[in-house]
């Protein structure tokens, strides 16, 4: 770990803070040396005999949690890297990207943290993603400011790049602005390094998974449609599959959306006729099984707290099952699947990027 004299000073003036507990955000955009400053102050602040933990809400490189999580963990030995500390909680946004999940972004590092200072934490370090510039990067830093509302904030920038959440926060009571330099040794990493960090991370995790089948029937669905609304009777999903031209498996109505799964494209372009066996609806949407597979999901339990990921693997309504890869769990521990945004290969090749509303 390389360190700057800069460096070095900010960490003794934090280390100096009789704020307790310390909560720090470390804002920069990419390839600025955030997780290496968040190691070091994480390392410094644990050598002066704190409870340190470090939150790490970069969702595409994530070293503590897994790719398309937030995660937490404490320092239990002095470290040289955010990769040498164990999750013990995340939270899974699904994405390796906040844009377009801005929400869950926000939401999963608050709750993190949160549960930090909960576990016991004295200091809770933030490593943040790089998406700063624009109106998507000032929202989400500006969001994330304001829901943990850090005790101190470090501006990592090599050209005043930042000066406007400089100029936002400055003068806040409950907070401390602090501008620090980029070190002139950090290396740039281009978009093909940073996708084959992760899909190293997912072939890694992928080699642990076995092969796991759940009973639809007892299982709950986040950030789909699939599972919200009211199902139709064979009767309905069978005048339904004469109209569409297709064998209709599963279908419902959520709000003011038909939802129907089917086991390939309908023939017809004219969805009117199945939309009033829906009492008219405004909205049709159908869907194959092979749409809700080979997605990232979250595995969540009765508390809705995360298990673990998986990799949807089979929709079979014929069965009345849901088949997913993941790493050995207990079924009975699971309520909640909540899926993701990225399609997986069983390599761990990024496929696809599904939109949010998609599912």
Not at 64 to 84: A, N, S, Y
Not at 136 to 143: D, F, S, T
Not at 152 to 159: G, M, P, T, W, Y
Request: with cysteine; net charge neutral.
């Amino acid at each position: 770990m390389t360190v700057t004299a800069e460096w070095q000073e900010v960490a003794e003036r934090l280390a100096a803070s009789v704020r307790r507990p310390l909560v720090v955000l470390v804002i920069g955009a990419m390839d600025t040396g955030k997780s290496t400053l968040c190691a070091f102050l994480a390392r410094t602040l644990f050598e002066q005999g704190r409870r340190v933990t470090v939150v790490d809400a970069d969702l595409g490189q994530s070293d503590i949690g897994f790719p398309t999580t937030i995660g937490v963990g404490f320092v239990e030995r002095p470290i040289e890297r955010l990769r040498d500390i164990s999750c013990r909680a995340a939270y899974f946004v699904g994405a390796t990207s906040p844009t377009g999940h801005l929400l869950p972004t926000v939401v999963g590092t608050k709750l993190m943290v949160e549960r930090a200072l909960a576990m016991g934490a004295e200091a809770v370090i933030v490593d943040t993603d790089g998406l700063v510039h624009g109106g998507v990067g000032w929202a989400l830093k500006h969001h994330t400011f304001e829901a943990i509302r850090p005790t101190h904030v470090f501006l990592l920038q090599r050209a005043g790049e930042l000066a406007h959440f400089h100029r936002q926060w400055q003068g806040i009571v409950w907070t401390e602005v602090i501008s620090v330099p980029v070190p002139e040794a950090v290396a740039l990493k281009s978009r093909e390094i940073r996708r084959a960090f992760r899909q190293e991370r997912f072939r890694e995790w992928l080699q642990q998974c076995r092969e796991i089948t759940l009973p639809l029937a007892n299982l709950r669905w986040r950030n789909t449609l699939l599972g919200q609304g009211v199902s139709v009777p064979p009767t309905v999903r069978h005048r339904l599959s004469e109209l569409l031209g297709t064998t209709v498996l599963h279908a419902e109505r959520v709000g003011d959306v038909a939802l129907v799964i089917v086991d390939r494209p309908p023939t017809v372009s004219d969805f009117a006729p199945a939309k009033e066996l829906f009492s008219g609806v405004p909205f049709f949407q159908w869907r194959t099984p092979s749409h809700y597979e080979q997605l990232l999901v979250g595995l969540l339990d009765f508390n809705g707290e995360l298990l673990n990921l998986g990799l949807s693997f089979r929709l079979d309504f014929s069965e009345g099952t849901f088949t997913l890869l993941a790493p050995p769990l207990d079924p009975s521990h699971l309520h909640t699947v909540a899926f993701g945004f990225v399609r997986l290969a069983l390599d761990g090749t990024e496929i696809e990027v599904v939109m949010p509303g998609r599912l």
